[in-house]
């Protein structure tokens, strides 16, 4: 294996899981547009917007999101 930054592991990561498992979303600040690091770049685009939302920035909506997701 080839050696590759550790923000790039994550985003394969993610790639390989999201095509693996259909139920994988991601949702975060500003994920759609790749992240403040770049780790969610381009998964938008390839997964489509349903499986990669941006949320506000607050914490107690990202919880609701996640406690209604997992219902």
């Known amino acids: 294996m080839k050696p590759m930054r550790y923000i790039d592991a ?3 990561g993610l790639q ?3 095509a693996r498992d259909s139920s994988v979303h991601i949702f975060g600040e500003d994920v ?3 992240g403040p690091f770049g780790a969610t770049k381009g998964l938008s685009d390839e997964f489509g ?3 990669v ?3 506000p920035i ?6 609701g999101l996640a406690i ?3 219902l």
């Open 10 to 12: 994550i985003l394969q």
């Open 16 to 18: 390989e899981e999201m």
């Open 32 to 34: 759609s547009l790749g």
């Open 49 to 51: 917007a349903e499986r």
């Open 53 to 55: 939302r941006n949320t």
């Open 58 to 63: 607050s914490e107690s909506a990202v919880l």
């Open 68 to 70: 209604g997701a997992a």
